[in-house]
């Protein structure tokens, strides 16, 4: 072990020590809370030990603390030391030591991964930009300046985190398999809540939440593992379908099945477009026959787990019954709709301006926003932040869209295909990114507002080390150097120039 690294191990223990010693003289001092100090603590210890031995997992456990600080153990439990209290601002020091480590060690790194990714990173920051600034207007409210520092201090970390600490293919794989597990376990053990229409909701959160999570791990399980099984694919590929698809259906989320359907359907359409190949598409009707011939055993567990509730605001999709009017989501749209097309602004209202609507919920509570990511931006943050947003997530797409058509032309390029088991991975990982990709942003045109679309943040953050990461696994190869350097002209044209 060098010096650097000597000063970095050292630089960890030391942080960490004074946060443990910070929190547990806060706890002790108040002389009544001894099984939260022990807690803490260990905790906090943890958070040591994963920092310098799995950074990358550090975002993991950033992104599922805001889900899991609603939980009824932690929200009933744990004192109100106001910061201190927010296991997600807790967790987010974790990520930004674990950034501020790597970048001591690997001071170049930064440089490296800004020249390969310097569009995203510049659209990125003047969208922040655009947001501190919308913070300081005299319309803005005190909840949309607090939404705008969480979402510059603490959301942002979901594609920073993940940009400068997954650094190989083994750490993505990992860091993926964590999501897929903890998404899975959450969905799969969410119950029936008498209180929310007795729909699927689990650890204090709601059931869009307990449905989008249910959506991401079907979507990672299928398209970034299940390819690469040897024995018993079929069967393992049906078995965790219908273990997810009863929290799926049963949340009752119609935007959120809507938005997986959809994109399921695109990703299908661009593997077609692609690679020439209906296998696809062949493969997904094998399956919708074989579940025709399963539906009346399925349908019947899923009656017998599912809420009826749950089933019937899924049927109103299917006969288009007040899909849309029970929540009220077609008045936020139409009322924010007028306004930015009666008085378009450049800069936007001010952070949190929505709210001064008055638009008043069943429940007599003030809408805060408008459940459409792109409306929320255009009404606050004006024509330059939606320009900002729209312009990043057009870089993302056209990165992994054109990383499929450097694949399909290596393929071609490649009688023998020596290189089978590295192109395989990338096309399936990055046919999965599109499709969450697709399936989050989707999903953020009908619910929630900035920073409870922190996944899809996450998934620009992935896609853009793995569109790195595929760029160097092929120049580290001799026949890479050669494929890559031989297409690279044709990737600066077109998408569809690019095909031929």
């Not at 995203?120 to 409210?141: D, E, G, M, Y």
């Not at 053990?189 to 689990?202: I, K, L």
């Not at 359907?261 to 919708?288: D, E, N, P, Q």
């Not at 797409?397 to 694949?407: D, G, S, T, Y």
Request: proline share 3%.
């Amino acid at each position: 072990m060098n010096t650097k690294n000597y000063l970095s191990t050292f630089f960890v223990y030391i942080s960490l020590f004074f946060t443990v010693a910070s929190v547990s003289g806060v706890l002790a001092f108040s002389g009544q809370y001894a099984p939260v100090l022990a807690v803490a603590v260990l905790l906090l210890m943890g958070g040591l030990w994963l920092i310098y031995s799995y950074p990358y997992l550090t975002v993991v456990v950033f992104m599922f603390s805001s889900i899991l600080k609603s939980a009824p153990i932690i929200s009933n439990y744990v004192p109100d030391y106001g910061v201190l209290s927010d296991i997600t601002v807790l967790s987010s020091l974790l990520v930004y030591t674990a950034i501020a480590i790597r970048l001591v060690r690997i001071p170049a790194e930064f440089g490296i991964k800004f020249r390969h990714e310097k569009g995203v990173f510049i659209t990125f920051t003047i969208f922040v930009l655009v947001l501190l600034i919308s913070s300081a207007f005299p319309s803005a409210t005190s909840n949309g300046v607090d939404k705008v520092f969480r979402f510059v201090f603490l959301s942002s970390l979901s594609i920073y985190g993940t940009y400068f600490l997954v650094t190989s293919t083994r750490s993505m794989n990992q860091l993926m398999l964590a999501v897929l597990v903890i998404s899975s376990l959450f969905a799969i053990f969410s119950r029936p809540d008498e209180s929310v229409y007795n729909r699927f909701t689990a650890a204090g959160n709601n059931s869009i939440v307990v449905g989008r999570l249910a959506g991401i791990a079907l979507i990672i399980f299928m398209g970034w593992f299940l390819p690469h099984v040897k024995k018993y694919k079929y069967l393992l590929g049906v078995g965790v379908g219908l273990l997810l698809g009863v929290p799926l259906i049963g949340s009752g989320s119609r935007g959120v099945v809507i938005a997986l359907l959809c994109s399921i359907f695109a990703s299908i359409c661009v593997y077609h477009y692609v690679f020439g190949s209906g296998k696809l598409l062949i493969r997904l009707t094998l399956a919708i026959i074989v579940a025709g011939f399963l539906f009346p055993g399925i349908s019947l567990i899923l009656l017998k787990i599912v809420p009826d509730e749950s089933i019937e605001r899924i049927s109103q999709l299917l006969t288009l019954g007040d899909a849309f009017a029970a929540n009220a989501r077609s008045e936020l749209f139409s009322e924010a709709l007028d306004v930015i097309l009666y008085d378009l602004s450049l800069i936007g209202r001010g952070a949190g301006s929505f709210e001064r609507l008055g638009i008043l919920s069943i429940y007599g509570e003030v809408y805060q926003y408008p459940h459409n990511l792109l409306l929320e931006i255009s009404f606050e943050q004006g024509v330059l932040g939606l320009l900002c947003f729209l312009i990043l997530a057009i870089l993302i797409f056209k990165e992994a869209m054109q990383m499929l058509f450097k694949i399909c032309l290596i393929q071609s390029d490649n009688p023998h295909y020596s290189l089978k088991h590295e192109i395989e991975y990338y096309k399936w990982s990055t046919l999965t990114l599109i499709t969450l990709l697709i399936f989050l942003f989707l999903n953020a045109l009908v619910s929630g507002d900035l920073n409870a679309n922190r996944w899809l943040l996450l998934t620009c953050g992935v896609s853009m080390v793995t569109n790195i990461q595929f760029q160097a696994a092929f120049t580290k190869m001799i026949d890479g150097k050669y494929l890559l350097a031989r297409i690279s002209h044709k990737t600066s044209l077109s998408l569809k120039q690019a095909r031929f």
